[in-house]
């Protein structure tokens, strides 16, 4: 298995731990990546996958109280919809813009502007394994709030992305397949999209799960930018490759996600021997995909901190 399939497979296992996804479903999901019941079966054992879950069951977790900002952050509720700032509110403008990848197919892309002044800098959103979903757009809306000109792309254009694999399995399953050095590619190309549009050098970077891997991979890859965040990602198998990163890197973690959080030492030492600003957090008593308000792991107060932390970190280091 390629380090990506890994990674999807053991989401499903950890999905089906904490009671989010029933045993069948688990099956199904896993079948989609290997091809067949028995290969799931054998691959399940292997991984030590129980029959039963051996997990929590996870809910969203609300917060009671809110800290102001000048820009949009997390909920204080779930959202089924993942919608917390409108298309057409009157902070930002979405429009249009134009990404192509090295081979010249046309990328799925989903951007947004500040409606006042010149943005501060242009960020990448990169998606979850469910693709380019109303939830990853509203993120790149809060971005825009935040005085960011901000881009996302769907990585499966080129089977339709997610409007067309609307399965979220079926969507992680081709994403697991597809090569990483062709994402960082992609991710490249986005980049310098937002650059070309008066950026210029001012840009960064940002992903949840796995786009928090593809962060950590592009920055492995040497993509330049001036700052980049990624939230609960996987290390990259390169990993002695961040040494030599340019780019200011804040590292999100949550303190229940032992299969992600195990690599922040290793992480973090490489990020200190490249001589950039680093910091790396662990938001205490949160699992693994803590800020998608959509989600069951949701958690509204440390998504709230993380998101703010974000931001600042940006502002600081982007502009």
Not at 253 to 267: F, L, M, N, W
Request: aromatic share 6%; hydrophobic share 40%.
């Amino acid at each position: 298995m390629t380090d990506f399939e890994r990674y999807v497979v053991e989401e499903h296992i950890e999905d089906f731990n904490d009671g989010v996804i029933s045993r069948r479903e688990l099956l199904r999901r896993v079948t989609l990546i290997t091809g067949s019941t028995v290969a799931t079966m054998t691959l399940l054992t292997a991984m030590g996958c129980s029959t039963e879950p051996n997990g929590s069951p996870v809910q969203p977790t609300p917060r009671t109280s809110d800290n102001p900002q000048d820009f949009a952050t997390p909920p204080a509720q779930p959202t089924p919809d993942g919608v917390t700032v409108q298309p057409n509110d009157p902070r930002i403008r979405v429009t249009d813009l134009a990404v192509k990848g090295t081979d010249g197919a046309p990328l799925i892309s989903y951007h947004a502007s500040p409606a006042n002044g010149t943005p501060a800098g242009g960020i990448l959103v990169v998606h979850e394994n469910r693709g380019l979903v109303p939830h990853t757009k509203d993120v790149v809306r809060r971005v825009a709030t935040a005085g960011f000109e901000a881009l996302a792309v769907d990585l499966l254009s080129r089977d339709g992305g997610a409007d067309k694999l609307t399965d979220s399995a079926a969507y992680s399953a081709a994403l697991s397949k597809r090569p990483v050095d062709a994402m960082v590619s992609d991710v490249r190309e986005s980049l310098s999209a937002l650059s070309a549009t008066g950026n210029g050098v001012r840009i960064g970077m940002t992903g949840f799960c796995f786009g928090g891997g593809m962060t950590w991979n592009a920055l492995a890859s040497g993509v330049q930018m001036k700052a980049a965040v990624p939230f609960y990602g996987p290390a990259p198998t390169n990993i002695e490759a961040l040494a030599s990163v340019q780019a200011a890197v804040f590292g999100v973690y949550a303190e229940r996600d032992a299969r992600i959080t195990g690599s922040k030492d290793a992480v973090e030492g490489q990020l200190k021997r490249s001589g950039r600003p680093y910091k790396v957090t662990v938001y205490p008593g949160v699992d693994h995909a803590f800020h998608n308000d959509t989600g069951a792991r949701y958690n509204a107060a440390q998504a709230e901190a993380a998101w703010i932390a974000t931001i600042e970190w940006f502002r600081q280091y982007v502009v």
